[in-house]
């Protein structure tokens, strides 16, 4: 009995101290009512992860289309292949028939 009065004097003791008043009420303010809480890290944290993802995407789809460049300014069959497939183009003795699937459901 003895050594649990003991703990509970040092604890009050130690709530009635006022540098562990303010370091407690700094922590709970950093914690929950700065600008830069733990949601807000969080939330930070979740959109440079997304940000980070998208980078890569466009990484690799800038590598792509940087590949079919250089393909369509260094082969002139591969920029005539393109250009009658993506644009219907035709030479002028050609004719183009465009045949559009319809989707049975």
Do not use: G, P
Not at 25 to 31: G, K, P, R, T, Y
Not at 34 to 57: C, G, I
Request: net charge neutral.
């Amino acid at each position: 009995m003895k050594f649990e009065t003991a703990q509970m004097k040092r604890l009050i003791d130690l709530i009635k101290n006022k540098y562990f008043l303010v370091t407690l009420a700094f922590v709970v303010w950093m914690i929950f009512f700065d600008k830069n809480d733990l949601f807000s890290q969080y939330e930070y944290h979740q959109q440079l992860d997304k940000l980070k993802q998208e980078e890569a995407f466009y990484k690799i789809e800038t590598e792509k289309v940087n590949k079919d460049l250089d393909e369509l300014t260094s082969d002139k069959a591969k920029l005539e292949k393109f250009a009658r497939e993506k644009y219907l183009m035709k030479k002028d003795n050609e004719d183009v028939f465009v045949i559009i699937h319809e989707n049975k459901k």
